[in-house]
């Protein structure tokens, strides 16, 4: 392990200002899939027990068709080249965070959401990458049908192997609603998951600073 941590004078600290980017009206879907996937929609709510001839419901199988679609669109993105379109030479070698980027993602388990922050770290090895980039491969892994600690392991990895940082750290903390809606009906409880790389996972010291730069509670 070449990798020598001093004790950190200083790190960049971004406070990631939200991705909702919102729900686009443009329709990008292929109609093929829409109207299959609505098909089925249609046959599910009337096995639900619901009258799928309604008038208020005329429209939802196609709208349910559609935000699934949305809501696992990672599935057709490339999130390894997503942060090569945007890796530049640098010789910065301190912590570099972004913080609170919010996920929305869908257990594997119930396709019930997940929702909360997550938190990423890399320390640069003559590459860093633009920070926009970051929460779109987040968004990416979360935009598939999940578990949390695999979301989390996906982004790591994802980020040591194209920029081969002297360490990457993520943490997520999220509420299911599996658990809050159904199951154990826990309401307010929230699932922590961490992933190290490098200098996170050897050195406490860099661990440390990185948690107290989060605010997280995880020792
Ligand atoms: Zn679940």
Request: with cysteine.
């Amino acid at each position: 392990m070449a990798y020598l941590c001093k004790p950190k004078s200083k790190s960049i600290h971004f406070k990631e200002g939200g991705m909702n980017k919102g729900y686009s009206k443009e329709d990008h879907y292929p109609g093929e899939t829409t109207q299959a996937l609505a098909r089925r929609y249609k046959e599910i709510l009337g096995l639900l027990g619901e009258d799928n001839e309604r008038e208020g419901l005329q429209d939802t199988p196609e709208r349910v068709a559609k935000a699934m679609q949305f809501l696992t669109q990672g599935y057709g993105q490339d999130p390894e080249a997503i942060l090569k379109s945007a890796m530049f030479r640098e010789d910065y070698k301190q912590m570099v965070i972004v913080k609170d980027i919010e996920i929305y993602s869908l257990c594997e388990h119930h396709m019930l959401p997940f929702f909360g922050k997550a938190h990423v770290a890399y320390i640069p090895n003559g590459h860093i990458v633009g920070l926009s980039k970051i929460p779109r491969v987040v968004d990416v892994f979360a935009r598939r049908l999940q578990v949390q600690e695999r979301l989390t392991t996906q982004i790591k990895e994802c980020i040591q192997n194209v920029l081969h940082p002297l360490g990457v750290a993520v943490v997520i903390e999220a509420q299911h609603l599996c658990m809050s809606m159904r199951g154990v009906q826990k309401q307010n409880s929230v699932t922590t998951t961490s992933d190290f790389t490098g200098g996170f996972l050897n050195n406490p010291q860099t661990r440390m600073e990185f948690l107290r730069l989060i605010g997280s509670d995880l020792k």
